[in-house]
């Protein structure tokens, strides 16, 4: 359906289909604070604003979109009625472009210590000082609502996607009926969107299953949750891809917490629109940073007399002034380093995502799949791995 356009109006979001290549799209979702120009990247901010870059960075040297908060940490620190008293979370960070918030639920499963999981809710120890909290759908919404972000997650009950059992069905309707609540909870409907999100695990029948029923609710977005955890990666984009085939062709698809290149351009070739993941600027804080052709530890000897950028081709401000050399130089003892790789990877990834829509409009998308995946795996001596030649081959993309 090439050039179909296709749009969707419910208030606070619209969501247009500008152009396709295959299963791809090529969008703009339009959120209370602004345009977003989907297939989309997602820095995440975990405490607020994001380690290392300013909201000015992050809008005038990045132009972002949308960047995410934990509302865990959030919520733990400094409280969501700071927020509130403040105007909510765009005033407290200065950051007047769109936020989405997750539940909290994640990471309380990966942080803080976990009491108790029942169909009330979620009881655990707070990381920071072991005081005891319960968070429950209705609390997840009221925390969010004062948050004011433009797109809030629901609470689901999430499982790793090497979970296998009884136990994934449990989460995966357990996630239904919280999703009620939340909705029953909401309390902003005119300027705060609410997404659901898919469980099921890596079992391809409870994945329909979950988009049936959620896509019944009729929200404005959905999210593919419980991936990206230790799972077979041929089991990691058939599960993306079954959810794509059943979530409505007219609603924004965010797949969470992924945040590998090669991950980002696979989903959104299998036609998810948004993602997120700390992994851009985590592992700058190590020296990794994306190139073009793959990966590289910028620690390693041979690039102490590298006079290139970081990424050939890259327009960011740390390519375009900054060289391999004086980058590995400072690493060691000077931060400033810090906020320069991890300016270079967040640039790096949504820009990866904003050439593929580029191209999706002008009729190349196909080509530049294939120079990004021979480009980056071009020093693996593996080559191009066999799930991503899999991926593709739904996409009609020879490698
Ligand atoms: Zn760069």
């Known amino acids: ?158 499982v790793p996607p090497t979970t296998t059992g009884p136990r994934v069905e449990e989460a995966m309707e357990r996630s239904v009926r919280w999703l009620d609540r939340c909705i029953a909870a909401h309390k902003n409907t005119d300027r705060q969107n609410l997404f659901g999100i898919i469980q099921g695990g890596v079992n391809d029948d409870l994945r329909k299953r979950c988009c049936e029923l959620m896509s019944a609710r009729n929200l404005n977005g959905y999210a593919i949750g419980g991936l990206a955890g230790g799972e077979d990666k041929d089991d990691f984009w058939r599960t993306v891809k079954v959810c794509t085939d059943f979530l409505p062709d007219d609603k924004p698809r965010y797949v969470m917490g992924i945040g590998y290149a090669e991950d980002l351009m696979v989903c959104s070739l299998l036609g998810a629109d948004m993602f997120d993941c700390v992994f851009a600027t985590r592992t700058a804080r190590f020296g990794s940073v994306f190139t073009k052709y793959g990966m590289i530890k910028l620690k390693k000897e041979q690039y102490a007399e590298d006079f290139g950028p970081l990424s050939e081709g890259c327009q960011c401000y740390t390519c375009q002034n900054y060289t391999r050399a004086y980058l590995q130089h400072t690493f060691r003892h000077d931060q400033s380093c810090l906020h320069l790789l991890s300016l270079h990877n967040v640039h790096y990834l949504i820009h990866l995502l904003r050439g593929l829509r580029q191209a999706v409009l002008d009729d190349s998308a196909e080509k530049y799949a294939q120079e990004f995946f021979r480009n980056y795996y071009r020093e693996d001596k593996g080559g191009i791995p066999q799930w991503i030649r899999n991926a593709m081959a739904e996409c009609k993309i020879e490698l």
């Open 1 to 158: 359906m090439p050039g179909q356009q296709i749009q969707t109006q419910n208030k606070p979001l619209m969501f247009k289909i500008l152009k396709r290549f295959n299963r791809c799209r090529a969008a703009e979702m339009t959120l209370p604070h602004g345009p977003v120009r989907t297939p989309v990247y997602m820095p995440v901010g975990t405490k607020g604003g994001m380690k290392g870059l300013t909201s000015e960075n992050m809008s005038e040297l990045i132009d972002c979109d949308i960047m995410l908060s934990n509302t865990y940490h959030l919520f733990l620190k400094p409280g969501e009625d700071i927020m509130a008293s403040m105007g909510g979370l765009h005033k407290f960070e200065h950051w007047d472009r769109n936020i989405l918030t997750d539940s909290g639920g994640f990471q309380i499963v990966s942080l803080g210590e976990l009491n108790s999981l029942d169909e009330s809710g979620v009881s655990f120890k707070s990381h920071i000082d072991g005081r005891e909290f319960k968070l429950t759908p209705e609390r997840s919404m009221e925390i969010q609502n004062k948050i004011g972000s433009d797109i809030m997650m629901a609470l689901d009950d999430v």
